[in-house]
């Protein structure tokens, strides 16, 4: 029983043998024919040759028959657009990927050593040598899909190009160091992953993306997203901080970091950071604001009602300038009554209220909305100001904000 299934699997792998000659010898017809029609043909004998059976994609002879049909399909749609006739501009970058593609599978069959362990390639330098001439064309399908915001399609192509350096079908061509599209590659490649918010694809070749420096801080911005995405904490915080130290006013990067020092109450870090950037630029509202918030934030009111100054003579309409110097004020009077020496403090209490008076209405008016921060802190101000009207009107609000 044992010998006739045996025999039964021999007949059966002859059999399966005939059919993949029959096919490629079709296909090979096809080819010679060159018509686009018989080109298509011969690629889907070839693909589904490869379909049908896992074993046949260890058959070097199947990929290159299925690399020339795909070849002259490519050689066609070149003379086509060359002679200015129709043809679908994305099939013919999508063959450029597609030929990449058949050649790097049929490459790591093609290699493999003998039965004397012998490595001899047989279409690599030919293949190689062809598709080098095509190269560009892949930088190009990119951009092209880039224009039409097709993010993903233009990943692709990026990838083969950048990818095609570490392929042993490329050996000595040494792409990294000869070719000058490979950095902008890599930043496109970069952007692309960005747009698809996609961490593993951001991050793949930002090493190399980051050596654009014409993109450079933009290429940092990516990078601190797929960071952000993947929760790394920690490679956020170096990259934010790498950002800040080369471009301090990119609006990118200063904002988020002080926000992560502010988050863990790290003032001092964050009055650091403004230190730095104010040296850099001494009218900077962002800047200002921030050293305002971590003055208020670390208890330095004197400091804090100083560089809010500062901040509304440059900018008079930014809402949180006026907030800052109210609220400073109002928590110094706060810390006035903690002493519990109504008598003793009656007169500063008065005028740190009338001082934080003004402020607080003008940041009523810049920001009507924030009911909820103005309303509490101008009732404490009426109440100790014996303002009855106004502390009506303000009591009002409060009343319909609480209901």
């Given at each position: 029983m044992r010998r006739i299934?045996?025999?039964?699997?021999?007949?059966?792998?002859?059999?399966?043998?005939?059919a993949q000659k029959k096919e490629i010898s079709q296909a090979r017809t096809y080819i010679k024919n060159g018509k686009d029609k018989d080109l298509s043909s011969a690629e889907?004998?070839?693909?589904?040759?490869?379909?049908?059976?896992?074993?046949?994609?260890?058959?070097?002879?199947?990929?290159?028959?299925?690399?020339?049909?795909?070849?002259?399909?490519?050689?066609?749609?070149?003379e086509k657009l060359y002679l200015k006739q129709k043809y679908d501009t994305v099939q013919f970058f999508s063959l450029i990927r597609k030929l990449y593609?058949?050649?790097?599978?049929?490459?790591?069959?093609?290699?493999?050593?003998?039965?004397?362990?012998?490595?001899?390639?047989?279409?690599r330098e030919d293949h190689a040598s062809q598709l080098n001439l095509l190269r560009r064309n892949l930088y190009y399908g990119g951009t092209f899909q880039v224009r039409k915001a097709q993010y993903a399609d233009a990943y692709s192509f990026f990838d083969t190009y950048l990818d095609a350096d570490s392929q042993p079908l490329f050996t000595g061509y040494d792409y990294l160091k000869r070719d000058s599209l490979m950095?902008?590659?890599?930043?496109?490649?970069?952007?692309?992953?960005?747009?698809?918010?996609?961490?593993?694809?951001?991050?793949?070749?930002?090493?190399?993306?980051?050596r654009d420096t014409a993109k450079r801080e933009f290429t940092l911005q990516y990078v601190c997203e797929a960071c952000r995405q993947q929760q790394n904490d920690s490679?956020?915080?170096a990259t934010l901080q790498q950002g800040y130290e080369e471009y301090?006013?990119?609006?990118?990067?200063?904002?988020?970091?002080?926000?992560?020092?502010?988050?863990?109450?790290?003032?001092?870090?964050?009055?650091?950071?403004?230190?730095r950037g104010l040296k850099i630029n001494p009218r900077n509202q962002l800047f200002l604001l921030a050293q305002s918030v971590a003055q208020l934030n670390a208890g330095n009111y004197e400091d804090c009602l100083q560089t809010s100054e500062q901040l509304i003579a440059v900018n008079d309409t930014m809402p949180e300038a006026y907030f800052n110097v109210a609220t400073a004020h109002?928590?110094?009077?706060?810390?006035?009554?903690?002493?519990?020496?109504?008598?003793?403090?009656?007169?500063?209490?008065?005028?740190?209220?009338?001082?934080?008076?003004?402020?607080?209405?003008?940041?009523?008016?810049?920001?009507?909305?924030?009911?909820?921060r103005w309303a509490p802190a101008l009732y404490r101000v009426y109440l100790n100001l014996n303002m009855g009207k106004q502390f009506d009107e303000i009591d009002k609000v409060l009343k319909k904000l609480n209901n």
């Amino acid at each position: 029983m044992r010998r006739i299934i045996t025999v039964c699997c021999c007949l059966l792998a002859v059999l399966m043998c005939d059919a993949q000659k029959k096919e490629i010898s079709q296909a090979r017809t096809y080819i010679k024919n060159g018509k686009d029609k018989d080109l298509s043909s011969a690629e889907k004998l070839m693909t589904d040759l490869l379909a049908k059976d896992s074993a046949n994609r260890q058959n070097p002879r199947i990929y290159a028959t299925w690399y020339d049909a795909a070849l002259l399909q490519y050689e066609s749609a070149n003379e086509k657009l060359y002679l200015k006739q129709k043809y679908d501009t994305v099939q013919f970058f999508s063959l450029i990927r597609k030929l990449y593609q058949i050649a790097e599978s049929l490459d790591s069959l093609d290699a493999r050593p003998d039965k004397k362990g012998r490595v001899r390639p047989e279409y690599r330098e030919d293949h190689a040598s062809q598709l080098n001439l095509l190269r560009r064309n892949l930088y190009y399908g990119g951009t092209f899909q880039v224009r039409k915001a097709q993010y993903a399609d233009a990943y692709s192509f990026f990838d083969t190009y950048l990818d095609a350096d570490s392929q042993p079908l490329f050996t000595g061509y040494d792409y990294l160091k000869r070719d000058s599209l490979m950095v902008q590659a890599a930043y496109w490649a970069t952007f692309c992953g960005y747009k698809l918010q996609q961490p593993d694809s951001t991050l793949r070749y930002h090493h190399l993306a980051l050596r654009d420096t014409a993109k450079r801080e933009f290429t940092l911005q990516y990078v601190c997203e797929a960071c952000r995405q993947q929760q790394n904490d920690s490679a956020l915080v170096a990259t934010l901080q790498q950002g800040y130290e080369e471009y301090p006013e990119h609006p990118y990067f200063f904002p988020r970091l002080a926000d992560h020092y502010t988050s863990l109450g790290l003032y001092d870090r964050v009055l650091e950071l403004t230190a730095r950037g104010l040296k850099i630029n001494p009218r900077n509202q962002l800047f200002l604001l921030a050293q305002s918030v971590a003055q208020l934030n670390a208890g330095n009111y004197e400091d804090c009602l100083q560089t809010s100054e500062q901040l509304i003579a440059v900018n008079d309409t930014m809402p949180e300038a006026y907030f800052n110097v109210a609220t400073a004020h109002l928590n110094q009077a706060l810390a006035l009554e903690k002493e519990n020496e109504p008598r003793k403090n009656r007169l500063k209490l008065i005028k740190l209220y009338q001082d934080a008076r003004p402020y607080m209405e003008a940041y009523r008016k810049l920001a009507p909305d924030q009911k909820r921060r103005w309303a509490p802190a101008l009732y404490r101000v009426y109440l100790n100001l014996n303002m009855g009207k106004q502390f009506d009107e303000i009591d009002k609000v409060l009343k319909k904000l609480n209901n």
